[in-house]
């Protein structure tokens, strides 16, 4: 297994003085390094540039490097951004001060080259393994899309807000008809590239789709958002033609069709299963004829 290359990953250093700031960019010249002198510059870059890594002063005037940590740890978007403390103070309070608050590791300066960049670089290791975790627990991996787990902590939050703010919603539940005929007649490998091949297609002519999912098998599941019912029936109405018009397999005489289950948000459903379970009955009327919507 070849080793990453972390000289890409985005560090911001948090100091007000020059002087080691100097020193850091020096010792991490291969990286992408910014810095900013003060804790209300720092919350503003990170906003509109999170970085991998932030190596945040603790005494700083104004606002100290524990309230810039408090601050991002209180901000979903930034909670996760792993935080390296420096200090020249080595009081042991100090240091357990900013573990309490989130720091992953606390550096006192003056800086010890070999051991900065060494902490540097396996908190860096370890934020792409976290990633890398996270991107398999939410994602398919035939596919590529998400997954049902996914599906469900992402697609509840949009079902609440469309629901109090009164806005229009559109689940789809989509079927590949006969698929297992299509596995047992060509095998599991032109299987695997008719899913993939029908996601491609999904993805070209529904861009852009917040949430679309694998929620098993051969079903999916698309929710649209901001487009009247009307328009939505007829955005999946015309994956369904293309589908059934086109090779969507390389160099393979496969065809297939879908079969669609459709459900608009009211004021009836109180909760995602609600629409889902509208959109499983109108999918099964679907699937008594194959290739249609309901």
């Given at each position: 297994?070849s080793?990453?290359?972390?000289?890409?990953?985005?560090?911001?250093?948090?100091?007000?003085?020059?002087?080691?700031?100097?020193?850091?960019?020096?010792?991490l010249?291969?990286?992408?390094v910014r810095?900013?002198?003060?804790?209300?510059?720092?919350?503003?870059?990170?906003?509109?540039?999170?970085?991998?890594?932030?190596?945040l002063?603790?005494?700083?005037?104004?606002m100290?490097?524990?309230?810039?940590c408090?601050?991002?740890?209180a901000?979903?978007?930034?909670?996760?951004i792993?935080i390296?403390?420096?200090?020249?103070?080595t009081d042991?309070?100090?240091i357990?001060?900013?573990?309490?608050?989130?720091?992953?590791?606390?550096?006192?300066?003056?800086?010890?080259p070999?051991e900065?960049?060494?902490?540097?670089?396996?908190?860096?290791?370890?934020?792409?393994?976290i990633?890398?975790l996270?991107?398999?627990?939410?994602?398919?991996p035939?596919?590529?899309?998400?997954?049902?787990r996914?599906?469900?902590?992402?697609?509840?939050?949009?079902?609440?807000?469309a629901?109090?703010?009164q806005l229009?919603l559109?689940?789809?539940?989509?079927?590949i008809d006969?698929f297992?005929?299509?596995n047992d007649?060509?095998?599991?490998?032109?299987?695997?590239?008719?899913m993939r091949g029908?996601?491609?297609?999904?993805?070209?002519?529904?861009?852009?789709?917040k949430?679309?999912?694998?929620?098993?098998?051969?079903?999916f599941v698309v929710?649209?958002?901001?487009?009247?019912?009307?328009?939505?029936?007829?955005?999946?109405?015309?994956l369904?033609?293309?589908?059934?018009?086109?090779?969507?397999?390389?160099?393979?005489?496969?065809?297939?069709?879908?079969?669609?289950?459709?459900a608009t948000?009211?004021?009836?459903?109180?909760?995602?299963?609600?629409?889902?379970?509208?959109a499983?009955?109108?999918?099964y009327?679907?699937?008594q004829?194959?290739?249609?919507?309901n």
């Amino acid at each position: 297994m070849s080793e990453i290359d972390y000289t890409h990953s985005k560090i911001l250093i948090v100091d007000d003085n020059p002087g080691d700031i100097d020193v850091l960019l020096e010792l991490l010249k291969h990286f992408d390094v910014r810095a900013v002198l003060d804790g209300v510059s720092a919350l503003e870059t990170i906003e509109e540039e999170p970085p991998d890594l932030i190596l945040l002063d603790i005494t700083m005037p104004g606002m100290d490097g524990f309230e810039v940590c408090q601050a991002l740890k209180a901000n979903p978007k930034t909670a996760n951004i792993p935080i390296i403390f420096l200090s020249i103070r080595t009081d042991v309070e100090n240091i357990v001060t900013g573990f309490e608050l989130g720091g992953v590791d606390y550096i006192t300066k003056p800086y010890l080259p070999k051991e900065t960049i060494a902490r540097i670089q396996t908190h860096l290791k370890l934020q792409h393994a976290i990633k890398e975790l996270k991107l398999l627990a939410n994602t398919d991996p035939l596919t590529g899309i998400a997954n049902r787990r996914s599906f469900f902590l992402e697609a509840t939050e949009t079902f609440e807000s469309a629901k109090k703010e009164q806005l229009p919603l559109h689940l789809f539940l989509i079927d590949i008809d006969n698929f297992k005929m299509v596995n047992d007649n060509y095998g599991h490998a032109i299987g695997d590239q008719v899913m993939r091949g029908f996601v491609e297609e999904v993805q070209k002519l529904l861009h852009p789709v917040k949430h679309f999912a694998r929620l098993g098998g051969d079903e999916f599941v698309v929710i649209l958002e901001d487009v009247e019912q009307t328009e939505a029936w007829h955005k999946l109405d015309r994956l369904r033609e293309d589908i059934n018009k086109h090779h969507l397999v390389k160099e393979s005489p496969v065809l297939f069709t879908i079969s669609v289950g459709m459900a608009t948000l009211d004021d009836t459903m109180q909760d995602i299963d609600a629409l889902l379970l509208k959109a499983d009955i109108n999918l099964y009327r679907s699937k008594q004829t194959k290739n249609a919507i309901n």
